[in-house]
């Protein structure tokens, strides 16, 4: 089957009218709003760092262990010889970033 006039529908460029311009248009702007929604909500949430807080990653029996404390309870795993040797020389890195004494023993 011969397809009349194909070749001069395949040189000439697509033409836009109203309703595809308007639709494209909407999408634009929705993608503008999410896009200004999650950047607001991103500046907007959280809570400010503590600095009295500990993070320590240290090897565990199924994989990375993570050991997150804050206060008090911080400055006694510090403190802790035991902690020492479960976690290592992180522990001590980790806690001289938050001001607290060390206990290696």
Same mark, same amino acid.
């Given at each position: 089957?011969?397809?009349?006039?194909?070749?001069?529908?395949?040189?000439?460029?697509?033409?836009?009218?109203?309703?595809?311009?308007?639709?494209?248009?909407?999408?634009?702007?929705?993608?503008?709003? !999410?896009?200004? %929604?999650?950047?607001?909500?991103?500046?907007?949430?959280?809570?400010? !760092?503590?600095?009295?807080?500990?993070?320590?990653?240290?090897?565990?029996?199924?994989?990375? %262990?993570?050991?997150?404390?804050?206060?008090?309870?911080?400055?006694?795993?510090?403190?802790?010889?035991? !902690?020492?040797?479960?976690?290592?020389?992180?522990?001590?890195?980790?806690?001289?970033?938050?001001?607290?004494?060390?206990?290696?023993?």
């Amino acid at each position: 089957m011969i397809m009349h006039e194909q070749s001069r529908r395949l040189s000439q460029p697509l033409r836009w009218g109203r309703r595809e311009k308007t639709v494209v248009g909407v999408l634009v702007a929705c993608v503008v709003l !999410a896009v200004a %929604g999650l950047a607001a909500f991103a500046l907007s949430s959280g809570s400010p !760092a503590r600095k009295d807080c500990i993070s320590v990653t240290f090897a565990s029996t199924l994989g990375g %262990g993570l050991r997150h404390a804050c206060g008090a309870e911080a400055r006694s795993i510090c403190v802790s010889p035991v !902690a020492y040797r479960t976690y290592g020389p992180q522990l001590a890195d980790a806690c001289r970033g938050a001001g607290f004494p060390i206990v290696r023993k």
